[in-house]
C-alpha cells in the first residue's frame, strides 16, 4: 500500500470572499502542491487571502442584489484586517468578478486582467474554476449548477453539427438583467424564441445556487444559449461561453475582442460588434444553415490551456509566506 506523505500546513485566512471559497481552485490546487490549508483568523495566519467583497455596504453597491447573499457577511467585509502582530502576513487579491488587479492593495494578486505587468500578477479567468484538471492531479472543485465539470477534450473538438437538430430556441440563464442583459434578451427576442430561466424570471427562486435547475440538463433542448458577460473589460471572461458549448449549444455572448486569447471567436456569435446597427445581423445569422455551419466546424480552445503557470505562481506565494 501507497503511504501518502504528511502535507505541510500553511495557515490561511479570508476576507470577503465567496462562502463557498475554500472549495474553490485555488485552495484545490494549494493541496495539490502538497500543502494543507489551515483555516484560521487574520490575526494568526501566514497568507491572508482577501476577495473583492471586502468593502463597506456601499463599495459593494456592484454586486447585483440576487447575490449578495452568495458572500460573507458584512460584519466580516467590515472586518479591520490591521491587527497588531510581529509578523505580518502575506496578502493575496483573488478576484472572479470584474474589478481590477489592484482593487485591493496586496503582495500578490490574481484576477481576469490582460496585459498586466506586474510580476506578482497572474491571470486566471474564471471560467478555470470549473474544468476538469484531474489529468492535471488537482481534483476537488466542483460546478454543481452546471451539474458537471468542463471537459477540455470536449472544448478543444468542434461544436459538430447536433446542435441544428435541437429546437431552433434560446435558453437564457439569469438572476438579474441589469444592462447590458436586458437589451440584449430585447434584441434576441426580435428574431428568435427565448426560453427564460432564473431568477430574474421566476420570484419563487430564491438565488441562482439554489434554482433546482441543472443547467447542462436544460441546455440539451436549445440550439443557442444566449451567455452574455456581466460587464466589458479585456480578460473578463467567465464560465457562461465554454458552459454553453459544452452543453452543445452555440454560444450568444457579448464580450470584447480580446476573447480570443481563451477562446475562438469563430465558435461563437458575438453581439458587441453588432451594437452600432442595433444587433439587425443578427436575424441572418440565426436563419441561415450555411452561416450555423460554419459554426459547427469550430472548436473552443484552439490551444489546450493549462493550470502549470498557476501551480508555479502558487507555490512562489506559498514559500514566501512560510519564509
Not at 187 to 206: D, L, M, T, W, Y
Request: aromatic share 10%; charged share 20%.
Amino acid at each position: 500500500m501507497q503511504i501518502m506523505p504528511d502535507l505541510e500546513p500553511i495557515k490561511i485566512a479570508t476576507l470577503g470572499v465567496a462562502k463557498d471559497f475554500q472549495e474553490s481552485l485555488v485552495p484545490t490546487v494549494i493541496r495539490s502542491l502538497g500543502y494543507t490549508p489551515v483555516w484560521t483568523t487574520p490575526a494568526n495566519c501566514e497568507l491572508l487571502i482577501y476577495g473583492p467583497f471586502f468593502a463597506d455596504k456601499k463599495t459593494r453597491n456592484w454586486v447585483p442584489k440576487p447575490l449578495r447573499s452568495l458572500f460573507n457577511s458584512t460584519k466580516e467585509i467590515r472586518q479591520d484586517p490591521k491587527i497588531a502582530r510581529l509578523n505580518q502576513p502575506l496578502t493575496l487579491f483573488i478576484t472572479g468578478e470584474n474589478v481590477r488587479h489592484d482593487f485591493q492593495r496586496c503582495d500578490y494578486s490574481i484576477s481576469f486582467d490582460l496585459g498586466i505587468s506586474n510580476p506578482h500578477h497572474i491571470r486566471m479567468p474564471y471560467w478555470m474554476e470549473m474544468v476538469d484538471w484531474s489529468e492535471e492531479g488537482v481534483i476537488g472543485n466542483q460546478n454543481p449548477r452546471f451539474g458537471r465539470l468542463l471537459n477540455l477534450e470536449r472544448l478543444c473538438n468542434p461544436l459538430g453539427q447536433d446542435f441544428l437538430s435541437r429546437p431552433q430556441k434560446v435558453a437564457i440563464f439569469a438572476s438579474h438583467l441589469r444592462e447590458p442583459r436586458g437589451t440584449l434578451l430585447e434584441a434576441v427576442k426580435r428574431h428568435i424564441e427565448v426560453v427564460e430561466f432564473g431568477k430574474s424570471f421566476n420570484p419563487q427562486i430564491k438565488n441562482h445556487t439554489e434554482s433546482g435547475l441543472i443547467k447542462f440538463d436544460e441546455l440539451q433542448h436549445f440550439a443557442f444559449n444566449l451567455c452574455p458577460e456581466n460587464g466589458m473589460h479585456p480578460g473578463y471572461y467567465t464560465e457562461k461561453i465554454p458552459e454553453a458549448f459544452m452543453a452543445g449549444c452555440l454560444p450568444i455572448t457579448w464580450v470584447d475582442e480580446n476573447v480570443k486569447v481563451d477562446f475562438n471567436p469563430l465558435a461563437c456569435i458575438n453581439l458587441a460588434p453588432m451594437s452600432g446597427n442595433y444587433f439587425s445581423d443578427l436575424g441572418n445569422i440565426l436563419h441561415s444553415k450555411n452561416i450555423l455551419l460554419s459554426y459547427a466546424d469550430q472548436p473552443l480552445f484552439l490551444k489546450r490551456p493549462s493550470l502549470q503557470p498557476l501551480k508555479n505562481y502558487l507555490k512562489d506565494v506559498i514559500q514566501t509566506a512560510l519564509s
